[in-house]
């Protein structure tokens, strides 16, 4: 599929017979998880993973995971209107871009992405969140999608990630 | 206070207390996020694209 205002010229399921030896992000634990475990993880259907290609060379990845955000600690007269302890979500595990493609908004593009999966996810089986653990370093660029942290406590914990929602409106709005 | 985790990426998080009351408040009364409709707007161009 290709979008016009995409810096990709498709965006398609991880595939066994994708070379991704040569991406490298930067982290390694990331580059790890797209050469070695990313195939495997949706074999297994634990998760699948979206490689966004420029010029036939993959140049960024997302993995997307089924999640849920549970209230925890309330009482049933708490949870107003919708009598649920979980909401569905789809959490945006991992995003990367190799290191030869930053600075054309492929991240920008994936997370969009995640947005049109999850839609398609709410129009199957009901998904009411996008989620994700940000980064530190990372937590602007999820708020200017809309993303808000979870947590107002979180900051002051010194955390490896903080966990991030975005809300999905009722009705395709 | 909440519960949640580091890599390996968990799929569940718990909220408790009044992050939990704040979380369903917005959930059932969501207030404009103009950051949120524009990524919405621009997750469409995908279905156009299709």
Known sequence: ?173 | MLTAMARPVELVTTLEGEDARRFLEELEHPKRNKALERTIARARRFEKAK
């Open chain 1, 1 to 173: 599929m290709h979008n016009p205002y995409s810096p990709f010229n498709d965006i398609s399921r991880i595939a066994g017979n994708v070379d991704l030896s040569a991406f490298d992000c930067g982290d390694p634990d990331f580059n790890d998880y797209i050469m070695n475990e990313a195939y495997i993880d949706q074999q297994e259907n634990f998760s699948v993973t979206y490689i966004g290609f420029i010029g036939g060379k993959p140049a960024a990845f997302l993995s997307l995971v089924a999640a849920a955000y549970k209230t925890a600690s309330l009482d049933r007269t708490e949870l107003g209107k919708y009598s649920y302890r979980s909401v569905p979500a789809v959490k945006i595990a991992r995003v990367a871009v190799d290191n030869a493609f930053k600075g054309k908004g492929c991240g920008r593009v994936l997370i969009e992405y995640a947005f049109y999966i999850a839609k398609k996810v709410r129009q199957l089986v009901g998904c009411r969140l996008v989620v994700t653990d940000a980064l530190p370093e990372r937590i602007g660029w999820y708020e200017g999608f809309g993303f808000k942290l979870s947590s107002q406590h979180v900051k002051a914990e010194n955390r490896k990630n903080y966990p991030m929602h975005a809300t999905l409106l009722p009705d395709g709005r």
